[in-house]
């Protein structure tokens, strides 16, 4: 047998080996998103959180169509370096002539120009249309939602409301407990925020959005408002603090409870109340335990919880039961 002979049985077994190997690959990356359990929506949300505002939808969905047009570049790519190692390789008993050049050639050149700049233009303008929807601000909300950060916790306040004391209603948060953000579903917000110290930022996942929170932000040159059209559905969602800001920095958790319109004006109605009970007005968490409307009324967070301030405590800071029935003011 010949030398052609056999560097042809070579290369004929060489490609079958290679063939088999891509036939894998694909059934792999088949096989593992249904065996992981995950969803198709799931997978095409990379790791990102269901957002709950139309805001975050929008966001989500500009991360889907990037990751999805970077896995298409990313496999379009791939394909051709292991096309070109796998068919252009230097074989054993060939000659040690270099293949054809293809070096300043224009028109290859300018489809490895071309393309990029088109990607990065439908990119940029796809990011553009989804940061002036996020960014934009309706004149006339339902709701104003003024954010205080301060080290190392928030306060979040009603103006327009009053509360018997004569001051806005608001909600204090303290190294005992975590402070309640109890906001409507289904309407317009808009959040006014500062800080009293330091930068702090305010974040909630499911919002899919952070806004630094400055202090003095007129002097600062900051826009210190934003807007959710709505939040689309009710429930507990944890709130923290992105920005480093000391020592306590990972404490300044905070929930966020969206209840229903018609709830959220009984919470309101009796924040303007004195609680019989005490004889001062309601607290966030005692105006929700008097709604006595399950879940949503817990009368203290639920998703996250205070953490020791003790330095000097060694345990764990976690509370191994149920917290007291007790809210900020």
Sequence with gaps: MGRAERGGDHRGVGRSTWGRAAKLGALALLVIPLTTGCSVDEVLRFGWPVGVTPQAEQMR???????????????????????????????????DVPPRQTQYNLPVEIVFTVIPTIIVAVLFGFTVNVQNFVEKDDPDPAQTIDITGFQWNWDFAYPGSTAPNGQPVHTLGTSETIPLLVLPTGEKI?????????????????????RDVFPDPEVNDQDN?????????????VGRCAELCGSYHSQMNFEV??????????????RKQVNPATGVGYTAGEALAAMNCGQL?????????????????????????????????
């Design 61 to 95: 969905h500009l991360w889907t169509s990037a990751a999805v047009a970077a896995l298409v570049v990313g496999v379009i790519t791939w394909g051709a370096m292991f096309w070109a190692i796998i068919f252009h390789r230097k074989r054993k008993g060939g000659d």
């Design 190 to 210: 808009k959040f006014v925020q500062r800080s009293n110290d330091v930068i702090h930022s305010f974040f909630v996942p499911e919002f899919l959005f952070k």
């Design 225 to 237: 408002t934003w807007q959710v059209d709505s939040i689309d559905k009710e429930g507990a969602f």
């Design 257 to 270: 409870r969206a209840i229903s319109p018609q709830l959220f004006d009984r919470w309101m109605t009796l």
């Design 297 to 329: 009324c817990t009368p203290q967070a639920y998703t996250t919880y205070p953490f020791t301030t003790d330095r000097t405590q060694r345990s764990a800071s976690e509370p191994p039961v149920a917290l007291p029935a007790t809210a900020g003011s």
